[in-house]
């Protein structure tokens, strides 16, 4: 069964500085993956997706993740911080050899970020 | 754009009390999700709706039934409440079963059982 671990259920940095989310999935093929990000008493927001196409995706709001099979992991990166960037971020993954509930998204349990300036 | 609309937003409940949280989305969508988050624990699938006419269960489906009314409506009923429900619910909906489809959600139903 797929799943994905998101290390650190809490991440601080300082605005202006690097953000860094980490996220390893388990998985016999290489799934699609997704980042989404939620701001408070919001729902979740679609930051990017991997769907076998290139390994360096781009998202909205200066985010970007990489696919990198040898270490099944999809870290997202952000270059410099801002403080409108504090939320909850969740790593998701679906198997593509299904359609049906296997292709369901499979959530991690999320990173809060928080931006100190 | 009003995309997934859930309502209410808010509820408080008495424990035994029966209610039934609406979703609706107007992209043409044929998936639709429910979804409990809790601290620390994710997003943990209720139901899902793969296409107008099917549901199925998810990961946690003890205490709950869904309807999917049409195309764009997906409603969750908890027809006796427990304080172990108490969570926020979020509705989800996907242009198609196809895994590499995004799914969009709802603002949230913020639910306490007392």
């Known amino acids: 069964a797929q799943s994905v671990t998101q290390l650190g259920s809490h991440v601080s940095v300082s605005e202006g500085a690097l953000v860094l989310l980490r996220c390893n999935y388990s998985s016999s093929v290489p799934p699609y993956l997704f980042w989404y990000v939620q701001y408070p008493n919001q729902g979740l927001q679609l930051l990017l997706k991997y769907t076998s196409a290139a390994t360096l995706v781009k998202g909205i709001n200066g985010f970007e993740a990489e696919f990198k099979k040898s270490e099944t992991s999809f870290h997202l990166t952000k270059p410099s911080a801002h403080m409108s960037d504090a939320a909850e971020y969740f790593c998701a993954v679906s198997d593509p050899a299904y359609g049906g509930s296997q292709g369901n998204l499979i959530f991690g349990k999320g990173t809060k970020l928080s931006v100190k300036p | 754009n009003a995309g997934v609309t859930q309502t209410p937003k808010f509820q408080v409940l008495k424990t035994g009390q029966s209610m039934t949280l609406q979703c609706a989305q107007d992209m043409n969508h044929n998936s639709m999700y429910w979804y409990r988050q809790d601290p620390g624990m994710g997003l943990r699938l209720i139901y899902y709706?793969?296409?107008?006419?099917?549901?199925d269960k998810g990961e946690v489906p003890n205490g709950y039934n869904v309807s999917r009314l049409n195309k764009r409506e997906f409603s969750l009923r908890l027809e006796s409440a427990a304080p172990s429900q108490t969570s926020v619910y979020f509705c989800?909906?996907?242009?198609?079963?196809?895994?590499?489809?995004?799914?969009?959600f709802g603002d949230g139903t913020r639910l306490s059982i007392l």
């Open positions: 709706s793969a296409s107008e006419g099917t549901t």
């Open positions: 989800a909906s996907r242009k198609d079963r196809a895994s590499n489809q995004p799914q969009h």
